[in-house]
């Protein structure tokens, strides 16, 4: 499995932007599907977006498509969330995640069953 460290967290305005990253340890990153989860207090863990192991096709929760972007970059380790328009109601930890298997879609990791491994989580707070 591979070791996930998020960064990239803080506090924006409504409307603003912030640009998360996850950097992920491991010589076999490259083979497993992304996707980013987010928590909100009191609330469980949900989907947010998800990228397949080759980088194509990515897919997201309804509440942030066309706002949100995820992508990878093979030759950091590295796969980011683009979050533009933020609203109050993205305040969340926002969570890295990895698929469970190897070459798999990002539809893998739409619920916390398909996830493998999991980031700390960073902080994001987005002020009305």
């Known amino acids: 499995q591979v070791q996930l460290v998020e960064s990239g967290g803080g506090l924006v305005q409504a409307g603003g932007s912030l640009r998360l990253s996850c950097a992920a340890s491991?010589?076999?990153?490259?083979?497993?599907?992304m996707g980013w989860f987010r928590q909100a207090p009191g609330k469980e863990r949900e989907f947010v977006a998800a990228?397949?192991?080759?980088?194509?096709?990515?897919n997201y929760a309804d509440s942030v498509k066309g706002r949100f972007t995820i992508s990878r970059d093979g030759a950091r380790n590295t796969v980011y969330l683009q979050m533009n328009s933020l609203k109050p109601e993205d305040t969340a930890v926002y969570y890295c995640?990895?698929?469970?298997?190897?070459?798999?879609?990002?539809?893998?990791?739409?619920?916390?069953?398909?996830?493998?491994?999991w980031g700390q989580g960073t902080q994001v707070t987005v002020s009305s």
């Open positions: 491991g010589r076999t990153f490259g083979t497993y599907a």
């Open positions: 995640a990895a698929d469970r298997l190897t070459l798999g879609t990002g539809h893998n990791i739409e619920t916390s069953n398909g996830v493998g491994s």
């Open positions: 990228i397949d192991w080759s980088g194509s096709s990515p």
